[in-house]
């Protein structure tokens, strides 16, 4: 069963090695790519709007020593296609995961 508290936590966002300015913010209708088996999300800058791919999916929340990142990202389509169940919503199962993850850290 899921359940909420206020927490105290970190936004870590990522500066642009272009401008130094903007954010880099994931952009959400371009797909995760895969690559070498590791997961890449297309970034724009909010001031600049230069692109390029993280390996996290900016910004993050930083708590209790561990990072998080936001459910959307995670289940956002990815580069593959025609495989079974890609496109079907986890969010219930992230919820559930965060969820568990800081009640045992408290
Ligand atoms: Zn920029």
Request: net charge neutral.
């Amino acid at each position: 069963m899921q359940y909420r508290k206020p927490i105290t936590c970190e936004l870590v966002e990522f500066r642009c090695d272009e401008c130094k300015k903007g954010v880099l913010r994931v952009i959400s209708d371009k797909p995760i790519i895969h690559s070498g088996g590791i997961k890449q999300w297309p970034h724009r800058c909010s001031h600049c709007q230069a692109e390029g791919c993280m390996t996290y999916p900016f910004p993050l929340l930083r708590y209790m020593g561990e990072e998080f990142v936001l459910a959307k990202h995670v289940r956002a389509m990815t580069s593959y296609s025609g495989i079974e169940g890609i496109d079907k919503p986890l969010h219930d199962e992230q919820i559930n995961a965060l969820t568990s993850s800081v009640s045992e850290a408290t």
